[in-house]
């Protein structure tokens, strides 16, 4: 279990040295998006359409996060689960998308094409919306604002704790990890 | 008949569900604690540190624990005996549930089944509830909330067992659920069964456990037994702390049937299982 801290955007170079189970502490600019915003990400990119972020080498994290109080950045921010994502994120990565972070298994489709493609999906700790909220730095909605706590935001991040989930080379910590300690 | 005023409940309401999603209960913090240490694997104990960490934190600031604020549920108990003065129980449900949202900075995550749009400005912040009433004897009214988040509830199941399933076919049924959940739902978990009434009724019964006292013992000794014996096989299962793997899946297991007794219809055996989340905010209030 090695530990390492990246600055997005991400390199093939960055993704590929990591395996499932390493420790990341992500630095740079992320963007938000859940369900909503992910189905309309998708429809631009099947219309040949520009996106509102450029997806070569990003980090998409699913989090809705609820509204600041004055002089706060942002509120509680912890991650969505990832599964409802799935059927869009294939796609995403075809298109650049280097990192991806949420909670929850992933399909074969998406292991997949984090393998083809190299890109890693991260997990954070879900639950811990306070305290992940100290990490982000800056946050600012850049489209889709009509969808409230699902709208797209640019967040500047520092040190932000994650877990290898799914790497590029096909492992999966949760698979990984409940054959270690099942007990027959 | 005694009276209980619209604006005391709806100011009672408000202040326990900011007070509920910011301060994590001291029976959770105490589960979480117990296993922190007996979790044996490493990084698991490291989610359940930065669990802990999260609650003092998001009590020290008053900042919601998750940012899934969740649907409210409320179970509510009207005495016969009392009345509430300026306007009804249900209007102040949903007042008191708005103002709670919307002034303690809770997200609003209600939305239309088909458009999936957030009617916050023509229905309502964070409305509507989910409210079930009873009617008991008494001029009290007592007010259990829940904050309950969409992936625990995402992960939860009901089936109507045959009868000759039994207790065994009860607890493969929980293990599966559980199982089927595995990291999705934010483990460790407290997993709310409901056994016997109707298909729906059992239901109710599982989400009406999850607010029993975390770490209390269930007052039918059948069930107690029955609860630890799950709790046990529950946690063989390796998932851990946020599905990292581990040997502390579930804090508890709690049972709870429809009584008199433990009822159901001859033809069936219904039973219902509803994963809590480790971010488990529940209160009561006595008005």
């Known amino acids: 279990m090695a530990e390492y801290r990246l600055t997005t955007p991400l390199s093939d170079e960055d993704v590929s040295k990591l395996k499932a189970g390493d420790i990341v502490y992500l630095s740079g600019t992320i963007y938000t998006a ?24 990003a980090v998409i ?54 393998k083809k493609h190299k890109a890693v999906y991260f997990g954070a700790v879900g639950g811990a919306g306070a305290l992940l909220a100290q990490r982000i730095k800056d946050a600012k909605v850049i489209a889709y604002e009509e969808l409230g706590p699902e709208a797209v935001r640019e967040l500047v991040v520092e ?23 099942a007990q027959a | 008949m005694r009276t209980v005023k619209y604006d ?56 919601p624990l998750c940012q899934d604020t969740g649907l409210a549920v409320y179970f509510v108990k009207v005495g016969e005996d009392v009345r509430v003065d300026g306007g009804s129980l249900k209007e102040a449900l949903y007042e008191g549930t708005q103002k709670g949202y919307k002034e303690g900075y809770l997200r609003a995550s209600t939305c239309d089944c088909f458009t999936r749009e957030n009617l916050k400005d023509k229905i309502g912040y964070n409305l509507p509830p989910v409210i079930y009433f009873d009617l008991v004897k008494g001029d009290r009214i007592e007010i259990e909330y829940a904050a309950k988040g969409g ?28 199982s089927d959940a595995g990291p999705n739902a934010c483990p460790p978990y ?18 009406h456990a999850l607010y029993r006292e975390v770490g209390s013992l269930n007052p039918d000794p059948d069930l107690a037994k029955l609860e630890q014996e799950l709790k046990d096989e529950l946690n063989k299962l390796g998932i851990g702390a946020m599905g990292m793997g581990g040997t502390q899946t579930v804090l508890a297991v709690h049972i709870e049937t429809f ?12 039973v219902a299982v509803n994963i809590q989340c480790h971010s488990a905010r529940h209160a009561h209030i006595t008005l």
């Open chain 1, 34 to 57: 859940r369900d909503a915003a992910h189905k309309r990400l998708v429809d631009l990119i099947q219309k040949g359409e520009p996106l509102p972020f450029d997806l070569k080498g």
């Open chain 1, 61 to 114: 994290y699913y989090v809705g996060p609820t509204p600041p109080k004055p002089g706060e950045v942002i509120g509680s921010a912890g991650p969505t689960t990832s599964y409802r994502m799935d059927s869009y994120a294939p796609i995403l990565i075809e298109h650049g998308l280097k990192g991806m972070i949420g909670k929850g298994r992933r399909n074969d489709a998406v292991k997949e094409a984090c």
């Open chain 1, 159 to 181: 040190d932000f704790p994650v877990v290898v989930v799914n790497d590029t080379f096909g492992n999966d910590l949760y698979e990984e990890g409940r054959k270690k300690w």
């Open chain 2, 8 to 63: 005391d409940i709806v100011n009672a309401v408000k202040n326990m569900i900011i007070y509920s999603t910011t301060h994590l209960g001291e029976d959770m913090l105490q589960a979480l604690k117990e296993a922190y240490e007996k979790e044996q694997s490493e990084v698991s104990r490291a989610v359940l540190a930065q669990l802990l960490e999260n609650a003092e934190l998001a009590a020290k600031e008053t900042k």
């Open chain 2, 151 to 178: 992936g625990s509830e995402n992960a939860s199941r009901a089936r109507v067992l045959a009868p000759a399933q039994g207790i065994q076919g009860i607890k493969e049924f929980v293990k599966q659920v559980v």
């Open chain 2, 190 to 207: 407290t997993v709310g069964v409901g056994i016997g009434g109707t298909f729906d009724y059992a239901a109710v019964l599982s989400k």
């Open chain 2, 259 to 270: 009584e008199p007794g433990r009822m159901c219809h001859i033809a069936s055996l219904p």
